[in-house]
């Protein structure tokens, strides 16, 4: 598997054009042969004048950081996507979340595909990447998305392999067969769905489909820690303890909490809740500046587990 991951890696590199040339056949391994006493001494030389090698990474973690990072530059993505990872720190998120490119990862409701763009690549070789969208016929935003989708995945299939759309019931949400994915990732999604009522039963499939020791990451925009959620409810922000006692209703353990994403300049008391502040800037050129220099908002990152079964309770029947 080692050497899969490192072919993949070689072939992303290729992609991105950050492939070395070879060295040229004027090195001075080739005047040292007449150098005599001095050949020791140029081949050290020759050995310091070649170019960067790809070094096998030692362990599965290095392999995945190198992987991401072939992949966040890649030429697939747009010059407005890769300014925002300033501020979404992709590398750092999905390390946390313990992506591996060998996964087969669910990726809720990818709007516009920024995070599409940075994952299919990355399990194109090895892994299987799956969208899931609403049923376009649910409303004109998930058919935008439906479509924006399948045509992003058509226009470079050598980048995205073979990643997958599936769709689903935003009220009673299936997302596959039960126990088949490795990783469920959500971002910015979860306060829609507490405002449309549905977040129960998304958690819900989520736990479903995850296989047992499954992870299950999720991003969104964090409230202040004493507010409730009545107070914010339309803001786009939610409380963190909130999203953590979704999760667990649904039967998953809260694994760990990372402030990868976090903003402490984002003081979440806007005219226009969250969406104040950029990439959206609901606000248009009134105090632009202003929103500009806070950034995008304070987030929780948030990484859950589906329990394995004790051995006596799975094998009973």
């Known amino acids: 598997m080692k050497k899969l991951w490192i072919l993949g890696l070689a072939a992303l590199l290729a992609a991105c054009g950050s492939a070395q040339q070879g060295a040229s056949s004027d090195s001075p391994a080739s005047s040292a042969s007449a150098a005599g006493s001095a050949q020791a001494s140029n081949a050290s030389a020759m050995a310091d004048d070649q170019p960067n090698q790809i070094v096998p990474p030692t362990t599965a973690s290095q392999m995945s950081a190198q992987r991401i990072r072939a992949v966040l530059a890649g030429a697939w993505r747009p010059a407005t996507d890769k300014a925002r990872d300033t501020y979404r720190h992709p590398l750092q998120t999905l ?3 313990g992506i591996r490119p060998d996964l087969t990862v669910i990726e809720i409701t990818p709007g516009g595909g920024w995070y599409a763009r940075i994952l299919a690549p990355l399990l194109r070789d090895n892994g299987q990447y799956i969208a899931a969208e609403f049923m376009p016929s649910s409303s004109d935003e998930a058919k935008q998305d439906d479509d924006t989708l399948k045509a992003l995945f058509a226009s470079a299939p050598k980048v995205f392999g073979k990643a997958r759309v599936i769709r689903m019931d935003p009220k009673t949400p ?13 971002f910015r999604n979860a306060h829609n769905w507490v405002q449309a009522g549905t977040a129960e039963a998304m958690f819900k499939a ?4 995850l296989k047992p020791g499954g992870t299950l990451g999720v991003v969104d925009h964090r409230a202040a820690p004493d507010v409730t959620l009545a107070s914010v409810r339309g803001s786009g922000y939610l409380p963190q303890d909130y999203v953590i006692k979704l999760a667990e209703q649904a039967g998953f353990k809260l694994d760990a909490k990372s402030d990868v994403n976090a903003n402490p300049k984002d003081t979440k008391d806007y005219p226009k809740g969250v969406w104040t502040l950029p990439p959206t ?4 050129d009134q105090d632009k500046a202003k929103y500009q220099a806070i950034g995008e908002s304070d987030r929780m990152t948030l990484r859950f587990v589906k329990p394995v079964l004790p051995a006596a309770t799975s094998s009973a029947q």
């Open 95 to 97: 390390q946390f979340f």
């Open 174 to 186: 299936n997302l596959g067969t039960p126990g088949s994915v490795d990783m469920v990732l959500t």
């Open 206 to 209: 989520f736990y479903d489909v």
């Open 281 to 284: 800037l609901a606000m248009g």
